[in-house]
């Protein structure tokens, strides 16, 4: 099956500082792709590259086998940090006004209400919205244009458990209507529950990529982190009780 997504040898410096080094990876059609890494490893630039509002130093990017050029890009939807939201207005207003923004038509508001699960909810202000809601009003934006491709940063960051379960359930169910979704992650264990593919990421360089059964079990990868203790507690991180597990074990699968 064609990539959706093919990122060839791409290399980005901030000045002097190199965010990444030579990654490439595809993502395959109708994946749930998890980008891993601790902070600061990539991630968030990796994604501004794939949408488009970063320009790689060098390297390609292919989009459904052609040079990923604005226009085409314009099928990707994203959700990159939660957007500013009026909390005096309904959430089906915030929509409109999102839509007016986007340059997207009103006429896909309805269903994108709908596949978030707050077509109930879509008249009552953004204010009495919970969080996971309020995160879901924001993939409901990411929807608006009825992309292929979805992109989201972070998606469960500073959610509480309800909101992350909601969200996490909320991209396998897109997912398994169609969508690609590219997110990045700084969890283990959301990657394992949530995504099919997995890119590790390590100040800037690709680790490893490819289906997270096969990857996160990988012979390879749990001596890469064995032998960096650091990789394996910042890969941990966020992950309750890691210190204990991290002296118990010193493979990335049994941090469990
Ligand atoms: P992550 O999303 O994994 O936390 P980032 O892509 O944000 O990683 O950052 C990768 C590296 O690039 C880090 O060293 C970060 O400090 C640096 N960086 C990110 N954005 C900028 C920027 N606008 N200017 C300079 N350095 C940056």
Redesign the pocket.
């Given at each position: 099956m064609q990539p959706v997504l093919s990122l060839n040898g791409i290399t980005k410096f901030?000045?002097k500082?190199q965010?990444l080094n030579n990654v490439s990876f595809d993502v395959p059609e109708g994946s749930v792709f998890g980008i891993l890494?601790?902070?600061?490893?990539?991630?968030?630039?990796?994604l501004g590259i794939v949408m488009d509002v970063l320009k790689p130093t060098s390297g390609s990017f292919e989009f459904f086998g052609k040079p990923a050029t604005s226009i085409l890009r314009k099928d990707i939807g994203t959700l990159l940090e939660t957007p500013n939201f009026y909390h005096y207005l309904s959430g089906e207003r915030n929509l409109a006004i999102a839509a007016e923004i986007k340059g997207k038509g009103r006429e896909n508001i309805p269903a994108a209400l709908e596949k978030v699960n707050l077509t109930e909810r879509r008249t009552s202000k953004f204010s009495t919205y919970s969080l996971g809601m309020k995160q879901r009003l924001a993939i409901a934006s990411a929807l608006l244009g009825n992309p292929t491709v979805l992109v989201f940063d972070e998606p469960t960051n500073g959610l509480d458990p309800v909101g992350i379960a909601e969200i996490r359930e909320l991209i396998k169910r897109l997912a398994g209507e169609g969508k690609t979704i590219i997110m990045?992650s700084h969890m283990l264990d959301e990657v394992e529950k949530v995504c099919t593919h997995v890119a590790i990421?390590k100040r800037?360089k690709l680790l490893a990529s490819g289906p997270v059964d096969e990857i996160l079990v990988n012979e390879d990868i749990v001596e890469i982190s064995a032998n960096n203790l650091s990789q394996l507690e910042l890969v941990a991180s966020g992950l309750p009780g890691y210190t204990t597990i991290k002296k118990q074990s010193n493979c990335i699968h049994a941090l469990y």
């Amino acid at each position: 099956m064609q990539p959706v997504l093919s990122l060839n040898g791409i290399t980005k410096f901030y000045g002097k500082i190199q965010a990444l080094n030579n990654v490439s990876f595809d993502v395959p059609e109708g994946s749930v792709f998890g980008i891993l890494g601790p902070n600061g490893s990539g991630k968030t630039t990796m994604l501004g590259i794939v949408m488009d509002v970063l320009k790689p130093t060098s390297g390609s990017f292919e989009f459904f086998g052609k040079p990923a050029t604005s226009i085409l890009r314009k099928d990707i939807g994203t959700l990159l940090e939660t957007p500013n939201f009026y909390h005096y207005l309904s959430g089906e207003r915030n929509l409109a006004i999102a839509a007016e923004i986007k340059g997207k038509g009103r006429e896909n508001i309805p269903a994108a209400l709908e596949k978030v699960n707050l077509t109930e909810r879509r008249t009552s202000k953004f204010s009495t919205y919970s969080l996971g809601m309020k995160q879901r009003l924001a993939i409901a934006s990411a929807l608006l244009g009825n992309p292929t491709v979805l992109v989201f940063d972070e998606p469960t960051n500073g959610l509480d458990p309800v909101g992350i379960a909601e969200i996490r359930e909320l991209i396998k169910r897109l997912a398994g209507e169609g969508k690609t979704i590219i997110m990045a992650s700084h969890m283990l264990d959301e990657v394992e529950k949530v995504c099919t593919h997995v890119a590790i990421m390590k100040r800037g360089k690709l680790l490893a990529s490819g289906p997270v059964d096969e990857i996160l079990v990988n012979e390879d990868i749990v001596e890469i982190s064995a032998n960096n203790l650091s990789q394996l507690e910042l890969v941990a991180s966020g992950l309750p009780g890691y210190t204990t597990i991290k002296k118990q074990s010193n493979c990335i699968h049994a941090l469990y």
